[in-house]
């Protein structure tokens, strides 16, 4: 079975950091596009940050640049998002999805065109 499966989320203090970490398993993320997602109440969902597979370039939105880091390890075949200095801002439902064809950091509210969607993990920033 095909699935992401995500970890590390949870509760922290204004300009603290998490780690969030998404293991794919049953097939493997080298050639696919990754990414992480933000669904907030009442907002659309965010593209994060994503990694294309095949050239190996980093999207950051600009809400984040600068203080989160998204990296893959393909031997491990899962996908990090470290962010620091966390605002409150940040909260949210955080999702890693793969695709092996799309090339943008942008997706559907049903989650379109990505074929694969962690479950999802609360991030939290609060004091």
Same mark, same amino acid.
């Given at each position: &079975?095909?699935? !992401?499966? @995500?970890?590390? *989320?949870?509760? +922290? &203090? =204004?300009?603290?950091?998490?780690? !969030?970490?998404?293991?794919?398993?049953? %097939?493997? !993320?080298?050639?696919?596009?990754? *990414?992480?997602?933000?669904?907030? =109440?009442?907002? #659309?969902? @965010?593209?994060?940050?994503?990694?294309? *597979?095949?050239?190996?370039?980093?999207?950051?939105? $600009?809400?984040?640049?600068?203080?989160?880091?998204?990296?893959? /390890?393909?031997?491990?075949?899962?996908?990090?998002? @470290?962010? $620091? $200095?966390?605002? =409150? @801002?940040?909260?949210?439902?955080?999702?890693?999805?793969? /695709?092996?064809?799309?090339? #943008?950091? +942008?997706?559907? #509210?049903?989650?379109? =065109? %990505?074929?694969?969607? *962690?479950?999802?993990?609360? +991030?939290? +920033?609060?004091?």
């Amino acid at each position: &079975q095909m699935q !992401l499966v @995500e970890s590390g *989320g949870g509760l +922290v &203090q =204004p300009g603290g950091t998490l780690r !969030l970490s998404c293991a794919a398993s049953g %097939f493997n !993320l080298d050639d696919y596009y990754i *990414g992480w997602f933000r669904l907030v =109440p009442g907002k #659309e969902r @965010e593209g994060i940050s994503c990694i294309n *597979g095949h050239d190996g370039s980093i999207y950051y939105d $600009n809400a984040v640049k600068g203080r989160f880091t998204m990296s893959r /390890d393909n031997a491990k075949s899962t996908m990090v998002l @470290e962010m $620091n $200095n966390l605002k =409150p @801002e940040d909260t949210g439902i955080y999702y890693c999805a793969a /695709d092996m064809h799309w090339t #943008e950091c +942008v997706a559907t #509210e049903t989650g379109d =065109p %990505f074929d694969y969607w *962690g479950q999802g993990i609360q +991030v939290t +920033v609060s004091s």
